[in-house]
């Protein structure tokens, strides 16, 4: 008997709509029945392409007596992580709290107020390596709330109370500035893995906005290190197993130090973040192989990613059928030396162990190796290797694929927009543009209502109920404003300007200037979550800082360029001495004190084939942050057009910042020294 999960738009929900369980998704009247019954709540919180969510699906909410025993003495709720973030970020707030650690599956008891009394991820079955079984806690649980109902209550008020008081340390209002900057890369410089590439130890992630930060701090300053540091992590990333040598793109994280093993699902957001600082790498170095790397994981996002209705989709799982019927993390990707035999024969089999590091050992589990790209002695047949490539990215393909989550995020979107648009256009790949295109058109016509609220998700031309979150509009506005760059069309600079808004309206604290993950007017969770460090994203608070200050070159709005200078404020106190963390707030700081610059370019057509080299020019730049216009010198949709003739009837570019100008220019390479491209 499906549950009341089965209508949901969230795959992850559906995949729990056949429990024995009696899941209830998130919702006032969940509460309102553990009120009823005075029972607790039990939320389960997760996400479709995770392991462990899967495990503890099939061990414990897939049994009947398990499910037996919730339903008579718990309400169960489950959440998508993805769709509600910040239902995620209270509690798990609360768990890192309480415990020193967190991750997913979340499991967290409530009282029908909602607040938290007692935590946990992971639960097994039975009693393991010092855990306690799932139904040990449930036990425990339903045994505290019957008979010690005023020390669950106490705990309870406590930790909401805690909660409550631990806000921002905002300081002052400033934004970091050369000083600030210079010490967040003096802290990178510890951290950094010299030998391996990245910071810290395992497991490691892409660091996505730190690199952004590293190539622009180095365009603003001639940084070399920053430069070295930023290309040698793209490097070894990209040989590494983290990194799908066959079909493009990355997975989420490496559990080890030598990005060798992944832990392999693959989600949109991470591809792309590092589609766009692959394509920045390539801008400010020339690199084929930072080119190659940037296209191939567009043409993944594009090819495996992107939905019927022209979006992009959340994630493909770890785990899939290893042949067996048994589901495997893995299991789609890894090799061993015998089926590079069956595919390519002995004698390419050779070869494409020594090229992709494939061992009789192997490097994963079972013999199974993860594909690499070793630096090695001697020279490979290049067109040999790309033959053996395509092989066994056809025979790969006759394995059973991972699953997909098919929901539309807006917030990945945003990303994945601007990370298309630009790799179309320094590349010349007009498809790639039309697939930013594309996925914007959807999130304006299903997501964005006709005040310009944004809904977080959607799935199947359907959009779901839950509101945008400060990710969503700053992501989504980012991605526009990149795309009104590249295509010279006015109205994404329109819409961004109306998702900003809402930012400076819904999101802002007017006093201070902080920023808040939720709006004033959405749903109250126990307190109004708010976190300004990046995590696997850039935060909504330097995203919407970014996007801030972007528009405000484009306009001219002090508006927009005081809140994003207010919003930096905090970047100033966490980025020197946590600059991991802030990545993406001290990009944008680079991009403050580069002007950020404001570039017009007219021609007398949008076609026109020296207007056209002058706009690409113009992309390419490395200033920090640059805003690009381009169109006729009659036209309204930029207002950095207005005022701009032809010098000498010819195509021209003017470049501004701090309200000064260049003296204009026709001239491709004088336009490439003034924007360091």
Request: proline fraction near 6%.
């Amino acid at each position: 008997m499906p549950n009341r999960l089965a209508h949901e738009t969230s795959p992850y929900l559906l995949q729990h709509a056949d429990n024995p369980v009696d899941w209830w998704p998130w919702s006032a009247e969940a509460f309102e029945e553990a009120r009823r019954r005075d029972v607790p709540v039990l939320l389960s919180v997760g996400y479709s392409s995770c392991h462990w969510c899967h495990v503890m699906a099939h061990e414990s909410f897939e049994d009947a007596a398990t499910a037996a025993f919730l339903g008579e003495h718990f309400v169960s709720v489950k959440v998508d992580r993805e769709e509600r973030p910040d239902v995620d970020a209270v509690y798990m707030e609360a768990v890192q709290a309480a415990t020193g650690q967190g991750g997913w599956p979340m499991t967290v008891f409530l009282t029908p107020d909602a607040e938290p009394f007692y935590f946990g991820t992971y639960f097994p079955p039975g009693p393991r390596h010092g855990m306690p079984s799932f139904r040990q806690v449930l036990e425990g649980v339903r045994q505290a709330w019957q008979t010690r109902r005023d020390e669950v209550a106490d705990v309870a008020g406590k930790i909401v109370r805690d909660l409550s008081q631990r806000e921002i340390g905002y300081g002052t209002a400033r934004p970091p500035g050369d000083e600030e900057a210079a010490q967040a890369l003096l802290a990178l410089t510890r951290e950094y893995d010299a030998r391996r590439g990245g910071f810290g130890g395992a497991p490691k992630f892409p660091p996505s906005m730190v690199i952004e930060f590293l190539l622009r701090h180095h365009a603003r300053t001639g940084s070399e290190g920053a430069l070295q540091m930023a290309a040698d992590t793209c490097e070894r990333m990209a040989r590494g197993g983290i990194h799908d040598q066959l079909g493009g793109g990355f997975a989420r994280y490496s559990v080890d130090r030598d990005w060798v093993v992944p832990h392999f699902e693959k989600m949109l957001y991470d591809n792309a973040l590092l589609c766009r600082v692959y394509a920045h790498l390539w801008r400010a170095t020339g690199s084929d192989f930072a080119r190659r790397v940037a296209l191939t994981t567009a043409d993944f996002m594009v090819r495996e990613l992107r939905t019927a209705e022209g979006g992009f989709a959340s994630a493909l799982d770890a785990d899939s059928d290893d042949g067996t019927g048994r589901h495997v993390e893995g299991a789609y990707y890894v090799w061993t030396p015998a089926q590079l035999r069956e595919a390519l024969g002995a004698e390419d089999a050779e070869l494409a162990a020594r090229c992709f590091g494939v061992t009789e050992e192997g490097t994963f589990e079972q013999g199974a190796s993860v594909l690499q790209l070793p630096v090695q002695e001697g020279v490979f047949d290049a067109d040999r290797v790309e033959s053996v490539r395509r092989r066994l990215l056809a025979k790969r393909a006759e394995r059973p694929a991972p699953g997909r989550d098919d929901k539309v995020v807006a917030a990945w979107n945003g990303l994945a927009i601007a990370a298309l648009a630009e790799t179309g256009a320094y590349f010349d790949r007009p498809d790639l543009v039309e697939a930013a295109v594309g996925a914007a058109d959807l999130l304006v016509r299903l997501h964005m209502d006709e005040h310009a609220a944004l809904r977080r998700t959607s799935r199947d031309g359907r959009a779901g109920a839950n509101a945008g979150v400060l990710e969503d509009y700053a992501d989504v506005a980012e991605g526009f404003l990149a795309l009104a760059s590249v295509t010279g069309e006015g109205v994404w600079l329109e819409f961004a300007g109306l998702l900003l808004g809402h930012v400076l309206t819904r999101f802002a604290d007017p006093e201070t200037g902080a920023l808040y993950d939720t709006a004033a007017d959405a749903e109250q969770l126990i307190r109004r979550p708010q976190d300004p460090t990046d995590n696997a994203t850039p935060s909504g608070w330097s995203a919407a800082a970014g996007a801030l200050l972007g528009y405000a070159a484009h306009t001219g709005s002090e508006a927009h360029r005081t809140a994003a200078e207010r919003a930096l404020g905090v970047v100033g106190a966490l980025g020197p001495r946590v600059p991991r963390f802030t990545g993406w707030g001290l990009a944008v700081a680079e991009a403050l004190l580069d002007g950020p610059r404001e570039v017009a370019v007219v021609g007398p057509s949008l076609d026109d084939a020296a207007a056209r080299a002058l706009h690409r020019t113009a992309l390419l730049g490395t200033a920090p942050g640059a805003v690009v216009a381009y169109g006729t010198p009659d036209s309204e949709e930029f207002p950095l057009l207005a005022d701009r003739p032809l010098v000498h009837g010819e195509p021209t570019a003017y470049v501004c910042r701090d309200f000064t100008c260049d003296a204009p220019t026709t001239d491709p390479d004088r336009l490439r020294t003034v924007l360091g491209g």
